[in-house]
């Protein structure tokens, strides 16, 4: 089945592994990622990389470990993606697994077992547990009403029906649950519902499925949810995830589906029917793990020596935390439920949300083409983690964390020692580290010891409670006491002054290289192997076990390594992210993937009409001197119209509405606004108005908003884009442009005559709005223009209040 085993770079073989009685056996699972589309690095960090590193964290503890994923491949999506392409299910899974698994490759994550649930296993243990669940009499049979269209002559399954959500009114909600408020949903409940294939109204018919008894097993639930989520130390979102679910009260669920693509129901009455797949996906940890070893219950069915670790993005807790702890219980058997959960919020990118349905942020094959290291993209992820509240990803601030944290601090602290260590001797010690003695006896080293130890302790105490961007954090303050020691104790001096104390030094700073590469071994496995192999150490000497003294070891720093032991050679460990690099992947990563795919095909067009041009001026010897030939002469046009001229028309002016107005914390002059540009979320906006407009006048007001400038920092304050206002020429009265009242909220102000697109982003460099903006003026009728021509909307064009011939800005 083309299953990931032990995958990612650097990850030594390891051989079948099953629970070992007296020692600590952990099972961790992250939720299965569908596979109808490409992972972006919201669904990386809240599922397999979160899940890699507390594995790899609990192998260097010498933890007996089993990490098991695989892809989610049965249900609606799938059958849907396959219509979407032309192709069977099957032919889907198979194609975006090799491209999951290729990603997963590429961002270094250390399954132990990568699957599939379109395997037998997950057939017969899908089976084997409804069976269970019947003769335990937990099942019920009832009629429900469906949605059939007689266009497609089908029911037509959640994910095929589209309407609005009856919750909140979001207009594209599917059948099974709203993606804007996060409610479940069924298809009969959505307004306006549409058919997804055919567009047509779909009508209600009765249709027989089973449902499992969910109210029946409350008891059951609730006694252990109540146990597990105080000893497992539930995350407090899986706990309120949970609680709500439970308040609202338990109803039975469908367990049933009229779909072909699935695991067959083995009942007479349902025969052609398949298992919904919130039952059957979270049996595929147990059937991927059964595809790993024959002897799987001994993981699965045996709570006495196995701990259960989940991982997952919020949208998931209720399946893990009812439906399938539920179903497990039914069965009456002996499973190993879940112990702990770790869930993260919503991972944003720029002004709005990573989205695999709309393309929209940067998906794992993007990071895999940006020449960024993977070591940067796994770091910026897990500082970034999402775990209590959402979290935006930045280019500017993942330009500042490589820069400012991995460079300047990690990189900076190992390249000083290990570059010092290895210069000649008389300038340092030729490769061989020094002896350290009486460590102890010198305060500065005795000092770092003991907060080093302290640091130790309290990443360990972090990462058993899966604190994990706290246990990164600990981690990185240990390179910033590093850097601290080394300055302090001026190494450099101390060779021509001192030697035996600057034997001591080194030496000590050496163990806490070593130290730190074991410590972000579960974040950074790249980096770490990088680290030891210019120690010139074996990369599987690396623990963090209790047993060998490594914690306790931490605390005397200076006897990590050995003297006289050779380093290797050491040489700089991150590159610098310059500012226009990241300007430029925003660039490359704006809009949707569609629209991307459309850039590249504009971009390869261009690139042929330069190419003929250059071909037309080379072959054509007969032409006379000055005059281009025909074929010049067609090209040289095509390509003049293909190359953006500066014109407002590449400017992206909206119709916004100001929701709220209020002064900067830090700036008496400015304002700070959150404007509705149309977009899911309103933009912050920074504007230098106090002095002009008073605060009551900023709210709720509309106002022509220039969307597509670069984002700037304000006193603090991240401004995403600019108010446009008209200003007499002293620069002593300012006004805004406002829209007529039955403009749209973000819909695009025009200029007719000057059509086309706006940039994505102006890219400073080209001066756009500089080139533009003299031109942006007031009339005599008050009306905001362009060489003339207003600002034009669906309600009519936008005005200022009393400043006629005055500029815009």
Known sequence: ???????????????????????????????????????????????????????????????????????????????????????????????????????????????????????????????????????????????????????????????????????????????????????????????????????????????????????LLKDKLEAYINEMSVAGGWSQNAIQATNAWLREGLKPRCITRDLKWGVPVPHEKYKDKVFYVWFDAPIGYVSITACYTTEWEKWWKNPEEV?????????????????????????????????????????????????????????????????????????????????????????????????????????????????????????????????AQDAESHPSTKALGDKVGELVEQYVEAMEKVKLKQGLKIAMAISTEGNGYLQENEFWRLYKDDQPTCSIVMRTSAGLVYLIASLLEPFMPSFSIEVLKQLNLPFEQISLCDEKGDIERAKRPWEILSAGHRIGNPKPLFKELKEDEAEMYRGEFSGSQADRADRKLKEEAEAKISEQLNKAKLSDGNAKKGKPTKSAQGASKTASLAEAEISVSRLDIRVGLIKKAEKHSSADSLYVEEIDVGEPQPRKVVSGLVKYIPLEKMQNRKVCVLCNLKPANMRGVKSEAMVLCASNSEDTKVELVE??????????????????SPDDQLNPKKKVWETVQPDLRTDEELVACFKGIPFTTSAGVCKVSSLNEAKIR
Not at 188 to 211: N, Y
Not at 378 to 391: Q, W
């Open 739 to 756: 829209p007529p009242e039955g403009a749209v909220i973000g819909e695009r102000v025009k200029f007719p005559g000057f059509e086309g």
């Open 1 to 215: 089945m083309g299953d990931l085993e032990n995958s990612g770079k650097n990850n030594p073989p390891q051989n079948l592994k099953l629970p070992i009685p007296g020692k600590r056996n952990i099972l961790i699972t992250s939720a299965l990622p569908y596979v109808n589309n490409v992972p972006h690095l919201g669904n990386i960090i809240g599922c397999v990389l979160s899940a890699d590193v507390f594995a790899r964290y609990c192998r260097l503890r010498g933890y007996n470990v089993l990490y098991i994923c695989g892809t989610d491949e049965y249900g609606t999506a799938t059958e849907n993606k396959a219509l979407e392409e032309g192709v069977t299910p099957q032919e889907i899974c198979d194609k975006y697994h090799a491209i999951h698994k290729s990603i997963y490759e590429w961002f270094d994550i250390s399954f132990d077992k990568f699957g599939r649930t379109s395997s037998t296993e997950q057939t017969k243990v899908c089976q084997a547990i409804f069976k269970k669940l019947l003769e335990n009499n937990w099942l019920s049979e009832n009629t429900m009403q469906q949605l059939y269209c007689d266009t497609c002559q089908r029911f037509l399954a959640d994910r095929f029906v589209e309407g609005s959500c009856p919750h909140c009114n979001y207009d594209s909600a599917r059948g099974d649950q709203c993606e804007n408020c996060g409610k479940l949903l069924n298809p009969t409940e959505l307004l306006d519902p549409k058919c997804k294939v055919c567009k047509s109204a779909p009508h209600i018919r009765d249709t027989d499925h089973l449902f499992l008894e969910l109210p």
């Open 307 to 435: 701990e259960l670790f989940q991982f997952m993005g919020k949208d998931n807790v209720p399946f893990h935390t009812v439906m399938f702890p539920s179903t497990l219980l039914g069965t009456g058997e002996n499973w190993t439920l879940m112990k702990t959960i770790s869930v993260t919020e919503y991972l944003n990118y720029e002004s709005g949300k990573f989205s695999k349905s709309k393309g929209i942020g940067v998906f794992g094959n993007d990071a895999k083409d940006t020449n960024i290291p993977i070591e940067v993209w796994r770091y910026y992820l897990l500082t970034n983690r999402p775990e209590v509240s959402d979290t935006l990803f930045t280019w500017d601030d993942l330009r500042a964390k490589l820069n400012n944290e991995l460079l300047k601090n990690l990189g900076n602290f190992i390249n000083r020692v290990l570059n010092f260590i290895a210069k000649a001797p008389g300038l340092g010690y030729g490769s061989i580290l020094p002896d």
